[in-house]
């Protein structure tokens, strides 16, 4: 924040000379980068596909309309799969959750050395692996079905529940556990007391959020035969069947708007 | 009947807060312990029940020492240390009687804890304990529904339920109005009167002490500098406990204070 003097008197600039000189050839860099990429880019690509991908779509398009709402019979059976896939397996993350999430909070956990670091790596690896390639895994290991898709999305949710509740652990007010503690409450009357009504608001909002990219999640498991309305969609693709491919992705998208709708309600009231 | 020893407490960042403080409360005793803020009044009501453990010395409650406790004795030792904090430091999301009842914590097991079925004898003293500050018709409010003065009423049942000897009691008025500091002041030492409590009292506000206790411990980094009745309290020795200050108004107000409070 440099002054200036002048006759005037002082004059105020947010930045001063050399500064500006600098974000400008700041500027300047990062234009040419975005040029030379897009340089690079363009070479690798097939121009003729791109300019003829409109007719493509179009086509595709006027194959898909009308969706074929027949085919509907076939598919409240798998969207029911999806829906249950997903919220037993929000059940299932979260009952897992809770207990890995206290054992990663700071001020929880009985081990800061041991325990912690374990938690925290279950949370890390839990999260870093996509649902689909976990239900491609257990499909390996439990067969296809709807049973891999539930176990996929539960395991796959463990870490992301976790660790928005162990930093809701962490950042509850110490002087309620204080006083929970100097009545002579034992450890887990102090939880249950101190901690358990300090993070239930949070508790709540993660369970639907997480429900909520469930019921998203569940609807591709399908794809690799972990069931759901995912493998409606896939045998449509293979067959070319594009007004029942439209139909599934209007169902899916019905089935999203509803969960967001929900939990959309249910954090309003808890909030 | 309970003795500080020696009670000495040195933080992990080497910062001193206790020098060696020996005390001696009496049974039924109610002082207040003023000082500077950073002068180790917070750390030695804390270290008498082991929130804060002290570093050596030794505090002993009725002939029991606390400091060498285990976990489980010390649980039971605390019960008989009513603590009432600052910030009231109710949990917020419970109801105003759950808040009370978790003063019994001590003295029920964890299923009782979990699914709230307390001892009806426990629920009857909680109403009567709710009825004794006033707050009967909010048993069923939400702890964060209530305004300043109304939790500390609360904090004040939820450490009187655990049937204490002694009361701990960390800033009680500091985030409250004056009119309702002395409410509080006040009910503090009524109940503690009733019930032959010893009474530690954290207060910054010197003339409310004066007006309230028969004993004032002035504390300045982490030493007892002052030990003695609240008229012994001169500008020398504020001074001595706070640093150079003209005292004469502080002074001064409290006397206009008690006269217009026993002109009312």
Request: hydrophobic share 50%; with cysteine; net charge neutral.
């Amino acid at each position: 924040m440099p002054v200036i003097e002048s006759s005037q008197g002082p004059i105020w600039r947010l930045r001063n000379r050399n500064e500006t000189l600098k974000r400008w050839f700041g500027w300047l860099f990062g234009v040419a980068i975005f040029l030379w990429c897009w340089q690079q880019i363009s070479d690798a690509t097939t121009w003729f596909f791109v300019w003829d991908a409109p007719n493509i779509a179009g086509d595709i398009l006027g194959r898909a309309t009308p969706p074929r709402w027949s085919y509907m019979d076939n598919l409240w059976w798998p969207i029911w799969d999806t829906l249950n896939i997903a919220t037993l397996g929000t059940i299932g993350a979260l009952i897992l959750a809770v207990p890995i999430a206290f054992l990663a909070a700071r001020n929880t956990t009985p081990s800061t050395l041991f325990i912690r670091p374990i938690a925290l790596l279950i949370i890390v690896a839990t999260r870093s692996i996509n649902s689909l390639i976990w239900a491609l895994l257990l499909i390996a290991i439990i067969g296809p079905g709807v049973f891999a898709g539930i176990i996929a999305i539960a395991i796959r949710s463990i870490g992301f529940c976790a660790k928005l509740l162990y930093e809701a652990i962490e950042e509850i007010d110490q002087s309620q556990v204080e006083a929970v503690t100097a009545t002579g409450a034992s450890r887990w009357q102090v939880m249950v007391y101190g901690i358990v009504p300090q993070i239930m608001p949070a508790f709540a909002g993660i369970a639907v959020f997480r429900w909520d990219i469930n019921i998203r999640e569940s609807t591709v498991l399908g794809l690799v035969g972990a069931g759901g309305i995912g493998l409606q969609l896939q045998a449509s693709l293979n067959t070319l069947a594009w007004p029942q491919v439209s139909l599934i992705l209007l169902v899916i998208l019905a089935a999203v708007v509803i969960s967001e709708w929900v939990s959309a309600k249910v954090r309003g009231a808890i909030i | 009947m309970l003795r500080l020893d020696a009670l000495t407490k040195t933080y992990k960042t080497g910062d001193q807060a206790l020098k060696a403080v020996t005390l001696d409360v009496p049974a039924g005793q109610v002082l207040a312990l003023i000082g500077p803020s950073g002068a180790g009044k917070s750390t030695l009501i804390r270290c008498i029940n082991r929130l804060v453990p002290p570093t050596s010395g030794k505090v002993t409650l009725a002939d029991v020492d606390i400091t060498s406790l285990g976990a489980g004795a010390l649980r039971r030792e605390r019960r008989r240390m009513g603590m009432i904090f600052q910030e009231y430091a109710l949990v917020e999301r419970l109801t105003v009687m759950e808040n009370v009842l978790s003063g019994r914590l001590g003295y029920v097991g964890f299923w009782r804890a979990l699914t709230r079925r307390f001892p009806q004898k426990d629920v009857d003293e909680a109403f009567r304990l709710l009825d004794r500050v006033g707050l009967l018709h909010m048993a069923d409010k939400r702890a964060d529904q209530l305004s300043g003065g109304q939790r500390q009423r609360v904090g004040i049942c939820r450490a009187l339920i655990q049937d204490p000897a002694l009361l701990l009691v960390d800033e009680p008025t500091a985030s409250l109005d004056p009119k309702t500091s002395r409410q509080i002041m006040r009910l503090i030492c009524e109940l503690c009167a009733e019930r032959g409590l010893a009474a530690i009292i954290n207060i910054h506000d010197v003339a409310l002490a004066q007006m309230f206790v028969a004993r004032v411990i002035g504390l300045r980094f982490g030493e007892i500098v002052y030990d003695g009745p609240p008229d012994g309290l001169t500008p020398e020795t504020l001074n001595e406990i706070y640093g150079e200050e003209d005292w004469e108004a502080t002074i001064e107000k409290i006397d206009e204070d008690d006269t217009a409070e026993a002109a009312e």
